[in-house]
């Protein structure tokens, strides 16, 4: 069994202000602790880096004679994707998906969803709700309560047998849809996904507060 990761960083960081993958981290890209996790991750064989040539260069110097392709992204997340699955290796039986703006995911939690993934076809780390939910009228007044159990935050890496991955990106380009995850893309040909809830924060940066959130977790 060969396991390949890709790990998309292809986005402009629109709704930042800067380069949220390039940005200072702790001493390091926000991008280089994702690609080092999947590096510490002993099951992983291959990754291939969906981003830019100059947001490689940042971190080339430090993954220097690892296994890692990089290819370019597309203009949407999906299209990235679609990119890194073209770039899998043909030995390649379970695949691994990861938003590089994930910094504090785990090599045991990564190991785990694989597990899961090599078990069941499919399976993605997500974080259960636990706020009080409620849905609004037109008006912005709450109007109805939302029972928060059985709901989860989806998050990365989402994991997949290669053959069930590639079959759903097919279905998904030839219909013309647009998904924005992986488990979503695979429920479009029938396929359901093992949740394994993460051990940890594994939060994906957005805004530009969210830098300074993960820098406290990551020093506490």
Known sequence: ???AAIIVAAGS?????????TADLLGKPVLLYSVEAFLQCPEVDH?????SEDRFDLIANAVSGRNIIRVDGGKTRQSSVEAGIRSLPDEATLVAIHDGARPLIRPADISKCLAAAKQYGAATLARSV???LKRADLEGFTRTPIDRNDLYFMETPQCFRANILRRAYNHVKERRMTVTDEVSAIESIGVNSKIIETSA?????THPG??????ALMTS
Do not use: W, Y
């Not at 990754?47 to 981003?51: A, D, H, K, P, Y």
């Open 47 to 51: 990754i291939i880096l969906v981003t």
């Open 210 to 215: 969210d830098i300074r959130i993960v820098a």
């Open 13 to 21: 960081s629109i709704r930042m202000g800067f380069d949220k993958l």
């Open 130 to 132: 636990t706020e009080t």
């Open 201 to 205: 924060p594994n939060i994906k940066i």
């Open 1 to 3: 069994m060969s396991v």
